[in-house]
């Protein structure tokens, strides 16, 4: 046993890994000495790859055996407090170090031992553990090669080819099963890998069941007449868009299930009556409503009762509410679907002298209006009448910002740009 000063110990420091620390007013003996320390101080004592036997501090003066540990660092605590570890980024192991050697690390750590480095410098430049780096050299002295042995879990169920032949049927046809692709594996296979080790194999490729988005379909002609409608709407800028009033009708129900409702449930709970959400056969009791919207003002909600014919359209809508705002806004531009009460002879003839913007069908994706409803819908909440449905409508209507108005007519520039990249298809919005 040898005695040395603090200084002394922190002069014979190197990079550490592991600490521990000592606490507060602990009493330790000394070997062959029935004397204990009296004031002892907390340290924090950081070790290269070594532990500690005996340690114990006086005031001034640290006594620690340095025969055996000549590679120790001491690190004073802070004025008044408990021992700390040595926050250091240059002497701090990351989680790489625990991770798997990869094909391209273990050529890396044999081109370097192979140009004179040790493994303390291969380890502090690659990030791993020294004994790491020690044993992929040693394989390669005594197997001729470096590789990862086979662990000693469960062996893989599936070969590579299987694998592959599990990702091409699952890309190839996206709506297929779990079943299905089970007997698209190849038939001498036994046994046939399970449901679950099929969804670990997609998983992995980050192949996850979901909800497909749900869409009109779109003929060719469809597709054409979207894209004589943006074409030459693609030079529009956002000022020109301000101009254009959009309208449309929806129709909400007394029942706020919109398909997208989900449960958090185990496992054999599917038929428990806490989970189930009741599904309606019959058209259920509702309200349809028409509105208006442009760059910075919006018409009120009109509730329409009944079916909607040309002669109510004209009376209830165009009359008292489109005419007053188009004239009220030079050069503003009506638009409308191709719905029949708005295609009708008596429609057209009452719109005569405005500009009405063609609409090519099948195009809700063009129209912003109708992530007004969207948003109108998702703040729903049940109701217990149509009247009730009626008032909670109105006062959606009227809290709605404007400025979220803005923002979805403002981006008709993109949605005219997308339309036209997707050749007249879907878009995103």
């Known amino acids: 046993m040898c005695c040395a ?28 000495c029935d004397r204990p320390c009296r004031s002892v101080i907390p340290f924090c004592i950081q070790l290269s790859h070594i532990r500690i036997t005996v340690v114990w501090f006086r005031p001034t003066r640290l006594l620690i055996s340095l025969k055996d540990y000549p590679q120790s660092r001491v690190i004073a605590p802070p004025q008044g407090g408990a021992p700390h570890t040595l926050r250091n980024t240059a002497l701090r192991r990351n989680r790489r170090q625990y991770e798997q050697l990869t094909d391209f690390d273990r050529g890396r750590i044999i081109g370097l031992r192979e140009a004179g480095w040790s493994n303390r410098r291969i380890d502090r430049h690659l990030g791993r553990s020294d004994m790491v780096v020690a044993r992929c050299w040693q394989q390669l002295i005594t197997e001729g090669r470096v590789y990862r042995r086979g662990g000693s879990g469960r062996p893989r169920n599936t070969n590579d080819r299987e694998d592959r032949a599990i ?14 692709i089970q007997r698209h594996l190849p038939p001498s296979r036994h046994p046939v890998p399970s449901r679950e080790t099929i969804r670990r194999r997609l998983t992995e490729v980050g192949l996850r069941s979901r909800r497909p988005l749900r869409r009109l379909p779109l003929t060719p002609h469809h597709r054409q007449c979207r894209l004589d409608f943006c074409r030459p709407r693609a030079t529009w800028s956002v000022t020109d ?24 449930r185990r496992t054999g709970q599917r038929s428990d009556p806490a989970f189930i959400v009741e599904r309606h ?21 009109v509730v329409l009762q009944g ?93 709605l910002p404007q400025g979220v108005i803005s923002d979805l007519i403002e981006s008709m520039p993109r949605r005219i740009s997308a339309c036209i990249a997707a050749r007249g298809g879907f878009t995103t919005y």
């Open 281 to 301: 056969t019959a058209i259920l009791q509702g309200v349809t409503v028409w509105g208006a919207i442009s760059w910075d003002t919006r018409s009120s909600l």
């Open 5 to 32: 000063t603090v200084r002394d110990v922190t002069e014979r420091s190197v990079t550490a890994m592991r600490t521990i620390c000592l606490p507060s007013r602990q009493v330790v003996h000394r070997s062959g």
């Open 241 to 264: 868009w301000r101009r254009v009033i959009f309208s449309d009708e929806s129709r909400f129900s007394l029942s706020a299930d919109d398909h997208r409702t989900r449960v958090w």
């Open 167 to 180: 990702r091409k049927v699952a890309t190839s046809a996206p709506t297929t099963s779990l079943a299905s």
């Open 307 to 399: 079916t909607l014919t040309a002669r109510r359209y004209v009376d209830d809508i165009l009359t008292p509410i489109v005419l007053p705002m188009l004239s009220s806004r030079p050069g503003a531009i009506y638009q409308q679907d191709n719905a029949r009460p708005h295609t009708a002879r008596l429609s057209q003839q009452c719109l005569q002298g405005y500009d009405v913007l063609p609409w090519p069908a099948r195009s809700p994706d063009l129209s912003p209006i109708e992530h007004v409803w969207d948003a109108l819908g998702r703040q729903l909440q049940p109701s217990r009448d149509t009247g009730e449905l009626t008032a909670q409508m109105q006062r959606l209507w009227q809290d």
